[in-house]
């Protein structure tokens, strides 16, 4: 046994362990719901870790992933449901299944003919065979900006997409109208309809231009609060309170941030 695999049967064991009759009393009252959260959690401190280039993160976040593996894995096969050797097979399965370039004779030259083999192999799987529309297929949990992304990305196979950028842009405006007047309504239930149809509409506009609308968010949420960081740290070397401050004073620090942020990547 190779030393990744002797440590995955120990991280198994010990999972055993804390599910066990002197187990851990935390652990033991967890089920397959209880600990998806966490699960979700540790997921996107991984892709954070990927994203910041921090390797030592990506180990320890990957271990992590490892565990909640091994959980859910240790909860099912306490109910008879599968053990994590029947996971592990099914995948195993799968991945030479769905690459006969690689394991077969079939001959696929560039990632996108890999691509499209993919999901005519998925297609034919017995798992999908339920699949009535174009649509069906994309996770439930997924966030609304990739979800709406990938649901874009299925509808365009078909040819329902715009042709051009500038037509994409053109319903970004029609959308935002939309919301203006749905504000001027006062209607609730309208103005929520709106906001999701002008997020909606930005998500085409990225998918078109080929970035991931999810991970554009989430970067300018971590400029956002790197930038905040930084215009706290200017009122607490002034010894003052941003609570106290005008709009206006937080505004120029606000913006003498950015100008350093600018600047030092201009000399980098």
Sequence with gaps: MTAAGEQFEKLLEIMAQLRG??????????????????FLEELHEFIEAVEDGDVEAMREELGD????IAFQAQVAQEHSEFG?????????????????????????????????????????????????SVV??????????????????????????????ADVLAKVDEEVAELRAALASGAEEHVREEIGDVLFSIVNVARFVDVDAER??????????????????????????????????????????????RTALQHE
């Design 216 to 261: 554009a968010l989430q970067q300018t949420v971590r400029k956002f609060m790197r930038r905040f960081r930084a215009l706290e740290a200017v009122f607490a070397a002034r010894g003052a309170k941003l609570e106290a401050a005008t709009l206006a004073e937080l505004d120029t620090v606000w913006n003498e941030v950015k100008q350093r942020e």
């Design 136 to 165: 069906d297929g994309i996770p439930r949990h997924l966030p609304a900006l990739s979800k709406a992304h990938k649901l874009q990305k299925k509808v365009r196979k078909v040819g329902f997409d715009w042709e051009n950028i």
């Design 84 to 132: 994590m050797a029947d996971a592990l097979a099914s995948i195993n399965e799968k991945l030479v299944r769905r690459h006969p370039h690689v394991f077969g004779t079939q001959q696929l030259a560039t990632p996108e003919a890999v691509l499209h083999n993919w999901e005519q192999i998925k297609q034919t799987e017995k798992k999908h065979g339920a699949r009535t």
């Design 65 to 68: 992933l490892c565990l909640h």
């Design 21 to 38: 009759p002197q187990g851990c009393p935390w652990d033991k009252e967890q089920t397959h719901t209880s600990i998806c959260p966490a």
